[in-house]
């Protein structure tokens, strides 16, 4: 049966991605883009596509009207920025998530598939698990943590069916690589291929697991139609190959052959120093699997950089709060 799905972030890395998965699968897919994180050549071809901000009521009205099933991937999804920007962060996630749901509600929209994150566990425990209660650490986890609460809330008084899919550190081609306040593995990249050694902040062992797009869309794609998932959040990603920020370096740095020796800058303020998430449910579920290694999914978006040319960072998110707190790259835009 084709479903009218429409995709908020559709120039996004995600969005886009699973803007092709639903056209494969045959649905009418219909999206929008404030056009400010993403890139607008990732829209898919046969997307019917709205250059539109989902902080917008009226157009988030017009543009929703007669969909079946709502991924919501818009967000700039700044996590270390958030607690130097947190107003135009948490507008982009909680205010942009109240006013989507809203106009999906009113549309009648069947199923909102929200795009959380593993922010969401901040303190708890690695491997996070979906019982943990969520504890957020920085204004986008909190900020996340109550567009979760609000869509849980509403779906009780007016009945639509959600899924909070939690994926964390994705990589792969289509990710914003010129933006320096976020995506760690593509900034790396950028700079290789300019000649720069990699940034990292704190003593580089923090440690993260990173899972290669399509891996996480082909569960997140069986979310439209699958049974029983009403109400479920459910983590969309690898927990095996746990590695830290300086491995990530030397790991790409051997496929760049690119001669490593990073610069250290002070940690930022309320970075976890440990993140990974069980995929059990994921892999009960929805039959997960992890068939990208680390190294064959950088290996991908290397191609892809290369294949787009580096490019010079664009701080194109103001810094509302400056202090000595504000990491210096960012202050100074040393990127
Ligand atoms: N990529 C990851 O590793 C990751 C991990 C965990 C969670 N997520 C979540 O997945 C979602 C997608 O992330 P992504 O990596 O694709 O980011 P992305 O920046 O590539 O895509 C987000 C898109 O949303 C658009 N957007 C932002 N605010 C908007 C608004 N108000 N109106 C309209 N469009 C707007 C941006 O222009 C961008 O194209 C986000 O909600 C993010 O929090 C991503």
Same mark, same amino acid.
């Given at each position: 049966m084709s479903l009218r799905v429409f995709i908020t972030g559709a120039a996004g890395f995600l969005g886009s991605h699973l803007a092709d998965a639903m056209l494969e699968l045959g649905h009418d897919v219909l999206g929008c883009d404030n056009l400010i994180g993403g890139y607008k050549d990732n829209v898919p071809e046969g997307v019917e596509f709205y250059e539109a901000d989902c902080t917008d009521l009226k157009s988030m009205q017009d543009i929703t009207r007669d969909i079946d099933v709502l991924y919501?991937?818009?967000?700039?999804?700044?996590e270390g920025l958030s607690v130097f920007s947190p107003s135009v962060i948490n507008n982009s996630i909680y205010q942009a998530t109240s006013t989507v749901l809203s106009a999906f509600i009113q549309n009648k929209g069947k199923r909102f598939i929200f795009l959380s994150s593993?922010?969401?566990?901040?303190?708890?425990?690695?491997?996070?698990?979906?019982?943990m209660p969520p504890k957020p650490f920085d204004p986008y986890a909190l900020s996340k943590v109550a567009s979760e609460d609000l869509i849980g809330l509403l779906s009780d008084v007016f009945g639509y069916e959600y899924v909070i899919a939690v994926p964390h550190n994705i990589i792969g081609?289509?990710?914003? *690589?010129? &933006?320096?306040?976020?995506?760690v593995a593509a900034i790396f990249i950028n700079r290789m291929l300019q000649g720069k050694q990699p940034i990292i902040y704190g003593d580089g062992e923090q440690k993260r697991c990173f899972s290669f797009i399509q891996d996480c869309i082909n569960p997140l794609k069986?979310?439209?139609?699958?049974?029983?998932?009403?109400?479920e959040v459910i983590n969309i990603g690898?927990?095996?190959?746990?590695?830290t920020i300086n491995e990530l370096a030397q790991t790409t740095a051997g496929l760049l052959d690119f001669d490593l020796d990073p610069i250290y800058f002070p940690e930022r303020p309320q970075e976890v120093k440990e993140a990974n998430c069980s995929s059990e449910k994921a892999r009960r579920l929805l039959g997960y699997e992890t068939t990208y290694s680390l190294k064959k999914g950088l290996s991908e978006m290397v191609e892809w950089i290369k294949s787009r040319g580096p490019k010079p960072f664009d701080y *194109?998110? &103001?810094?509302?709060i400056i202090n000595d707190k504000t990491p210096k790259t960012w202050k100074e835009k040393l990127m």
């Amino acid at each position: 049966m084709s479903l009218r799905v429409f995709i908020t972030g559709a120039a996004g890395f995600l969005g886009s991605h699973l803007a092709d998965a639903m056209l494969e699968l045959g649905h009418d897919v219909l999206g929008c883009d404030n056009l400010i994180g993403g890139y607008k050549d990732n829209v898919p071809e046969g997307v019917e596509f709205y250059e539109a901000d989902c902080t917008d009521l009226k157009s988030m009205q017009d543009i929703t009207r007669d969909i079946d099933v709502l991924y919501h991937a818009a967000a700039y999804p700044h996590e270390g920025l958030s607690v130097f920007s947190p107003s135009v962060i948490n507008n982009s996630i909680y205010q942009a998530t109240s006013t989507v749901l809203s106009a999906f509600i009113q549309n009648k929209g069947k199923r909102f598939i929200f795009l959380s994150s593993m922010a969401r566990y901040g303190i708890n425990q690695t491997p996070f698990t979906e019982d943990m209660p969520p504890k957020p650490f920085d204004p986008y986890a909190l900020s996340k943590v109550a567009s979760e609460d609000l869509i849980g809330l509403l779906s009780d008084v007016f009945g639509y069916e959600y899924v909070i899919a939690v994926p964390h550190n994705i990589i792969g081609p289509r990710q914003k *690589y010129d &933006d320096p306040y976020r995506n760690v593995a593509a900034i790396f990249i950028n700079r290789m291929l300019q000649g720069k050694q990699p940034i990292i902040y704190g003593d580089g062992e923090q440690k993260r697991c990173f899972s290669f797009i399509q891996d996480c869309i082909n569960p997140l794609k069986q979310l439209i139609v699958k049974e029983n998932v009403h109400k479920e959040v459910i983590n969309i990603g690898p927990d095996d190959e746990f590695i830290t920020i300086n491995e990530l370096a030397q790991t790409t740095a051997g496929l760049l052959d690119f001669d490593l020796d990073p610069i250290y800058f002070p940690e930022r303020p309320q970075e976890v120093k440990e993140a990974n998430c069980s995929s059990e449910k994921a892999r009960r579920l929805l039959g997960y699997e992890t068939t990208y290694s680390l190294k064959k999914g950088l290996s991908e978006m290397v191609e892809w950089i290369k294949s787009r040319g580096p490019k010079p960072f664009d701080y *194109y998110l &103001d810094l509302e709060i400056i202090n000595d707190k504000t990491p210096k790259t960012w202050k100074e835009k040393l990127m």
